[in-house]
């Protein structure tokens, strides 16, 4: 379905390592801290539509291929779309804390930095522009992505 790929669209979204430019170097290492680093060889799963993964995922190295649901228990796909370095998913699960509905596979081999709701709140109850600003440069992304889809929506009316 085009409409999934035009929501994510990796060209037009904000790269999360750009919105994070106003950190300072101390925030940056404590950011660091918080973070999981992950490697994923090509062809492997990192997220399962469905599963109980509440993480947010930011791709540091190599691509990404998400496939969506409508819902975590649905059949009917939303399409795919491929994701690069900067690229952020999962952060519908992330905040909401519902089933992910959407599936990750490494189409390369990739770095990604994991962070989990529950490191998220220790970094937020510690650090609290820390969190702030991570929140604030999803937020953005999240926007953008709205945006995206509200416009593609309205053009099928």
Do not use: W
């Amino acid at each position: 379905m085009e409409l999934f790929s035009d929501i994510f669209a990796s060209n037009l979204t904000p790269k999360f390592d750009n919105l994070l430019e106003n950190l300072t170097d101390e925030q940056v290492n404590l950011l660091g801290v918080f973070l999981e680093k992950r490697g994923c060889l090509a062809g492997e799963k990192i997220a399962v539509a469905g599963d109980e993964n509440h993480a947010l995922f930011i791709i540091i190295e190599g691509r990404v291929i998400l496939s969506g649901k409508s819902s975590p228990g649905a059949t009917a796909n939303c399409g795919t779309t491929e994701l690069d370095a900067g690229d952020i998913f999962g952060e519908i699960a992330f905040f909401s804390q519902e089933n992910s509905c959407i599936s990750a596979e490494a189409l390369d081999d990739c770095k990604l930095f994991m962070l989990t709701h529950q490191q998220f709140k220790r970094m937020a109850e510690r650090y609290p522009a820390l969190g702030y600003e991570l929140c604030h440069a999803v937020c953005l992304i999240i926007a953008s992505r709205l945006s995206r889809a509200c416009k593609k929506i309205s053009g099928l009316t």
